[in-house]
């Protein structure tokens, strides 16, 4: 759930409709001969719709509750903003929320179904039995949130809209809650929440006529409040006139745009502007210091102040440090503020795809040895670049900012950047893999294909399809995968189809044709040899002797990772490093030579540490155990399997049946002592 709001007031009837919900209602009527339990699986759950006109607070008081009875659900919360008003971005399909439902759920990536029926229902089985609170904010209408409807009771979900939803209250029995403007008593108080009682009760006539100005909505009275809150010394009164001066007589239907210029009117020139650039312009839902930069094109030194006094005057919201929003209606106003002042939107657009297009790469470069780049030209004027200490800065910003960095995508191939979008979607390709975005891995992808497509460019199409055939193969869509794989090689340079003969390589082993991927390996090497690419070599070395090994050579396989080794020290590539040392210890450990292996695990640790992998630290921990279990010493197996496990416990639940699987092809009684079943 989002932060509550600071100085929520009054809605008691409307707290206590919803209160009214958590009442478990009379059980229906149940067949005689029906097993127990039958009428629980098929009563619906609880829906609220919360409807009103926009700023009037349905998020507030969505918020605002659900955080008050949180407790009442055990099993967790989820929350989505499904956008159905933003005016310049795209309101959220069902299929993406459901996609973000399943991974706040911990599915395996690998476990999500295709298609958004399978996944719909995927998502319906696991809220089955549960009692969880599911709020869907900013509903467009009720085929958009018809499909996040949970399929039996146990749950409550509550939906805001500016639409009443009738489709939800005919078709599924939803609480439909009207939530009206504030009353004159209770806007008052929310100005008290806001500026103390003693000043509000030092001035009632000028508060009354702040809170009739305002017409009861919050939106409105946030505005004045901060306003009056930035300067304490004025008297409201003051405050009071300038609203009179400023609106005129704005009667019960308030116009929050009136509202809104009034406050921005005061602003300076460049603070205006840039109100304008971030609330208006921005593609994601929460800007940054350095993207704010980078739409205005000005020092960082100098925005930084300009959203400091956007943030008193509560026109943007600094939601989390450093990272700023604000409500649609506010978006609205800045983005028709933006076309009538500023002629050089498209350049501000194109800066801000630029910041998130160089500021991935920098992020991407740490997190793998290998980035099979593609140059990138310098940045337009005023463009600020990210920079990172290090590859856990950089997961953590490639973490932040996924939102924006998939919106920005759409923004580049809106504004025909197509270089933008391929390098953009490159440079995501490792960072959602590892986080498990496998179907945003292949969307990005699918959007890289068809831009090189639009830019007559055989070389980069090759190149995203490539990637595009990796995504799809963790999708398990392996003949996809190949088709893309043969259009590639038919597309690309020889240096090219060298990383598609790897590709390939990889391919194969997800199928288990480990026949077929040391086939690949052979294919990619003896290109890569023949061009000279030492980086390609030493990779495709690697495969080969990771390949052998499991096909039961083990002698080749130690010879062949002992000079792919060499190779990658040699280059700095320390990611293939790690995961060779992995290779020869894992080959030795199947040869049964656990004490062999036992150094080479330990190289292998040493430098996923460094690289901060926590997976791969955990699976040679667990390996580590392995060879320690079949050498007789169950305390010390016992000790790296503890802190395997724990490692474990903040990664995707897959993971630790991925690496069971492992240990388990190599002796069933150190998988099942890793297991704890002995």
Not at 2 to 10: L, Q, S, T
Not at 223 to 231: G, K, N, S
Not at 651 to 675: E, K, V, Y
Request: charged share 25%; aromatic share 6%; with cysteine.
């Amino acid at each position: 759930m989002p932060a509550a709001a600071g100085g929520f007031a009054g809605r008691e009837a409307e707290l206590a409709a919803l209160d009214a919900l958590l009442r478990p209602p009379p059980a229906p009527s149940r067949p005689p001969d029906a097993p127990p339990g039958v009428a629980d699986r098929t009563r619906s759950p609880a829906i609220a719709v919360i409807a009103g006109t926009a700023g009037v607070g349905k998020t507030t008081l969505a918020v605002h509750w659900a955080r008050r009875v949180a407790g009442r659900f055990p099993d967790g919360q989820l929350y989505v903003d499904l956008r159905g008003y933003d005016p310049s971005r795209q309101a959220v399909r069902p299929a993406e929320a459901i996609g973000e439902f399943l991974a706040a759920l911990r599915v395996p990536p690998h476990q999500i179904p295709d298609g958004p029926a399978a996944q719909a229902g995927l998502y319906r089985s696991l809220l089955a039995g549960r009692r969880m609170l599911v709020l869907l904010d900013n509903a467009r209408d009720a085929a958009q949130v018809a499909p996040l409807l949970p399929g039996a009771s146990g749950c409550l979900v509550v939906v805001t809209s500016r639409d009443h939803l009738a489709g939800l209250v005919v078709t599924y029995g939803a609480h439909p809650l009207t939530l009206d403007l504030l009353p004159a008593v209770d806007a008052e108080r929310l100005l008290a929440a806001r500026l103390g009682r003693d000043r509000i009760a030092a001035e009632p006539a000028a508060v009354e006529e702040i809170v009739r100005r305002c017409a009861g909505l919050p939106l409105a009275l946030a505005i004045v409040a901060a306003r009056a809150a930035i300067h304490p010394a004025h008297p409201l009164g003051a405050l009071a006139g300038e609203l009179r001066d400023g609106l005129g007589a704005l009667g019960r239907a308030v116009d929050v745009r009136a509202i809104f210029s009034w406050s921005y009117e005061t602003l300076a020139d460049e603070t205006a502007r840039t109100f304008r650039l971030v609330a208006g312009l921005h593609p994601g839902p929460g800007c940054t210091i350095d993207a704010a930069a980078s739409l205005a094109g000005v020092p960082v030194s100098r925005v930084r102040a300009a959203l400091a006094e956007l943030t008193r005057a509560n026109l943007l919201t600094e939601h989390a440090p450093g990272r700023y929003s604000c409500h649609d209606l506010l978006r609205a106003y800045a983005l028709e503020l933006c076309q009538a002042r500023d002629a050089d939107r498209d350049a501000a657009r194109h800066r801000v795809v630029d910041h998130y297009v160089h500021s991935a790469c920098a992020a991407a470069a740490y997190l793998h040895g290998h980035f099979e780049t593609v140059a990138l030209p310098a940045p337009r004027p005023g463009v600020r670049v990210t920079g990172f200490a290090g590859a856990d800065e950089a997961m953590a910003w490639l973490a932040e900012e996924r939102p924006a960095l998939l919106a920005a995508l759409d923004l580049a191939a809106g504004l025909g950047l197509d270089r933008h979008v391929c390098r953009l979607a490159a440079a995501l390709f490792v960072f959602l893999h590892r986080r498990g975005r496998w179907q945003e891995r292949a969307e990005t992808q699918r959007a890289a294909v068809a831009a090189a497509r639009r830019l007559g460019d055989p070389v980069e199409e090759a190149r995203a399809r490539r990637d595009l055939a990796a995504a799809l193969a963790d999708l398990g869509r392996f003949d996809d995968a190949h088709h893309h794989l043969d259009a590639a090689l038919e597309q690309d340079a020889p240096s090219g189809r060298a990383w598609t003969h790897y590709i390939r390589t990889l391919v194969y082993g997800l199928q288990g044709r480990e026949a077929d991927a040391l086939e690949a390996a052979r294919r990619a090497h003896d290109l890569f040899d023949r061009l000279g690419e030492e980086v390609g070599q030493a990779i495709a070395l690697t495969d080969l002797g990771w390949y052998h090994g499991r096909l039961g050579n083990h002698g080749q396989a130690l010879d062949l990772c002992e000079q792919a080794l060499v190779r990658h020290q040699k280059l700095g590539n320390r990611p293939y490093e790690a995961h060779t040392w992995s290779c020869l210890a894992d080959t030795r450990l199947r040869s049964g030579d656990p004490a062999g292996a036992v150094p080479c695990y330990r190289q292998a640790l040493e430098v996923f540490r460094e690289l901060h992998d926590p997976y791969a630290e955990a699976s040679t921990l667990a390996h580590l155990g392995a060879c320690h279990h079949l050498a007789g010493d169950h305390a010390s197996a016992g000790e790296h399997w503890t802190h395997a496990r724990a490692l474990l416990r903040g990664l995707d639940p897959s993971t630790a049946d991925q690496i069971h699987a492992q240990l388990r092809t190599i002796d069933t009684s150190a998988a099942d002592a890793f297991r704890g079943r002995r």
